[in-house]
């Protein structure tokens, strides 16, 4: 059962994730969108510039967002909590979190209690399923979790749940839920543990929602390609202090509270609903936005990460910043051709591609945000990059050491996935196995099979982003250090 809820929560927020299901052309710029301008770029003459500027924001309050965050019902379905008491006790100490008020005090930090308006009380998902993880045994609020499995589909699961409940009002109630679920099921999806299919099955669910009305569809509105296997990192919400678009393409404009409601849509039905949740997402965009990065809890040599300073400021800062208390960032998105990684998930596709973008413009949600693909991804801010391994927008690249060098990044490469304390402090990241093999060489179990990263695969590459390559074994040892302070 914990499998199929775990389909209700790892729809788009704050983070910015986005998965390809249907290949598509970039939509035209909306008016105000940023213009490429040519020019020298500490050194870089051959690609444009590209700055995607700041846009208005609704002020919140962010003591009150973390509240509705961690107890308000925003996946407003869910299966009777009748039936989640029968399988699952009150949740371990540890898969608790601060500030959750009476049903929710006993769920796991991934779980929420609602009651409908008819007085059925549900368990449904929320927001921390993707966005909290655990990094040497600590769960961090706004962690991207990084050990996700969507190796198996939420669909089977689901239907035995059903098994469980019998009180004509709670059936109903489940067979909403289900009838979603099973929509989505066949893009939730991936061949891989560790990244995440959201985007995937949130262009599903758009095509199931008039977006005039916000109305459920039982068949989808217009025309929806076959589920894709494409893999997505889920990026640490603590970039949201930094960032002026959303998603690892930039693609999110507008109004961040909005775009990050999106996840509503799985279980709304009319526009009532979603404007009584977006009454407050401007407090949880205001949290979100408030969320500081974690402190590297080891040792540092502050004599190599000040060596590590000046090459980073001389290398990496033209797209990635400066720190110190003084910070800067560009906010630049590189185009494909420049860094090199792979293109599916930047190259306009999944509900960044038609007819997503305008169904996204032309619902609810475009009255206040929009959908702008671009053939890139943006260069994120590296607040806390010690904490958010697997790295690129794949996970493809299991330490910062690797992303320096290119020649050592695995082609092949699997983890223990149930301990978070397998962390490699000189590399920064994970402790990992390279293998001699991939997916279609594997002989152990479906478990061992779905836990090897294979990067030959669509989707998956760990090229590009070979920046590091021309640096000394030295200096990259030095801006590793350095990584280690931010």
């Known amino acids: 059962m914990r499998a199929s809820l775990v389909l209700l929560a790892v729809l788009p927020l704050a983070?910015?994730?986005?998965?390809a299901c249907s290949s598509s052309a970039p939509a035209p710029s909306a008016p105000g969108a940023p213009t490429p301008e040519p020019g020298t770029d500490a050194g870089v003459t051959d690609y444009p510039v590209i700055t995607l500027e700041a846009e208005p924001q609704r002020p919140g309050d962010p003591a009150k967002g973390y509240r509705a965050l961690v107890n308000e019902a925003y996946v407003p379905c869910g299966i009777p909590d009748s039936a989640y008491s029968r399988v699952y006790g009150p949740a371990a100490e540890g898969d608790?979190?601060?500030?959750?008020?009476?049903?929710?005090?006993?769920?796991?930090?991934?779980?929420?209690?609602?009651?409908?308006k008819e007085g059925v009380r549900l368990v449904t998902s929320n927001c921390l399923t993707c966005h909290a993880g655990r990094i040497e045994g600590k769960l961090l609020v706004g962690l991207g979790a990084a050990d996700g499995d969507f190796t198996n589909s939420p669909a089977g699961t689901a239907s035995l749940v059903g098994n469980l409940v019998n009180d004509p009002q709670e059936r109903a109630e489940y067979e909403k839920w289900n009838e979603r679920v099973q929509t989505a099921a066949p893009y939730s999806v991936l061949s891989t543990r560790g990244p995440n299919p959201a985007d995937a099955f949130t262009a599903v669910l758009f095509a199931h929602h008039d977006p005039k009305t916000m109305a459920w569809s039982k068949t989808?509105?217009?025309?929806?390609?076959?589920?894709?296997?494409?893999?997505?990192?889920?990026?640490?919400w603590w970039r949201m202090k930094k960032k002026t678009s959303m998603f690892y393409s930039g693609a999110g404009r507008g109004d961040h509270a909005r775009i990050e409601m999106t996840a509503s849509v799985l279980c709304t039905s009319s526009v009532e609903e979603s404007r009584a949740i977006d009454a407050y997402f401007a407090d949880v965009r205001a949290y979100i936005a408030s969320i500081e990065?974690?402190?590297?809890?080891?040792?540092?040599?502050?004599?190599?990460?000040?060596?590590?300073?000046?090459?980073?400021?001389?290398?990496c800062s033209r797209c990635h910043g400066t720190y110190g208390g003084d910070d800067t960032y560009p906010n630049r998105l590189v185009t494909l051709p420049e860094i090199g990684t792979d293109p599916l998930l930047g190259s306009g596709a999944g509900q960044f591609g038609e007819p997503f973008v305008k169904w996204y413009g032309d619902s609810f949600f475009g009255e206040?945000?929009?959908?702008?693909?671009?053939?890139?991804?943006?260069?994120?801010?590296l607040d806390g990059i010690w904490a958010t391994a697997p790295y690129l927008?794949?996970?493809?690249?299991?330490?910062?050491?690797?992303?320096?060098?290119?020649?050592?990044?695995?082609?092949?490469?699997?983890?223990?996935?149930?301990?978070?304390?397998?962390?490699?402090?000189?590399?920064?990241?994970?402790?990992?196995?390279?293998?001699?093999?991939?997916?279609?060489?594997?002989?152990?179990?479906?478990?061992?099979?779905?836990?090897?990263?294979?990067t030959t695969l669509p989707g998956y590459s760990n090229a590009g982003h070979t920046f590091g390559d021309a640096l000394t074994p030295e200096d990259r040892a030095a801006v590793i250090e350095y990584l280690k302070t931010l």
């Open 15 to 19: 983070a910015g994730v986005a998965v």
């Open 96 to 116: 608790r979190i601060k500030g959750r008020e009476g049903r929710n005090a006993t769920l796991p930090y991934n779980f929420t209690a609602m009651t409908t």
């Open 220 to 236: 989808p509105l217009f025309e929806v390609a076959p589920p894709v296997d494409l893999p997505v990192d889920v990026p640490p």
């Open 293 to 315: 990065a974690p402190k590297y809890p080891h040792a540092i040599d502050t004599a190599l990460a000040e060596q590590g300073r000046t090459v980073f400021e001389a290398t």
């Open 368 to 381: 206040l945000a929009r959908f702008e693909p671009k053939e890139g991804y943006i260069a994120p801010p």
């Open 393 to 454: 927008h794949n996970g493809s690249v299991p330490t910062v050491a690797a992303l320096l060098d290119s020649t050592q990044r695995p082609t092949y490469w699997t983890r223990d996935f149930d301990d978070s304390s397998a962390y490699d402090q000189a590399a920064l990241g994970w402790v990992f196995t390279a293998l001699d093999h991939g997916k279609a060489g594997a002989t152990g179990s479906k478990k061992q099979k779905a836990e090897i990263y294979d």
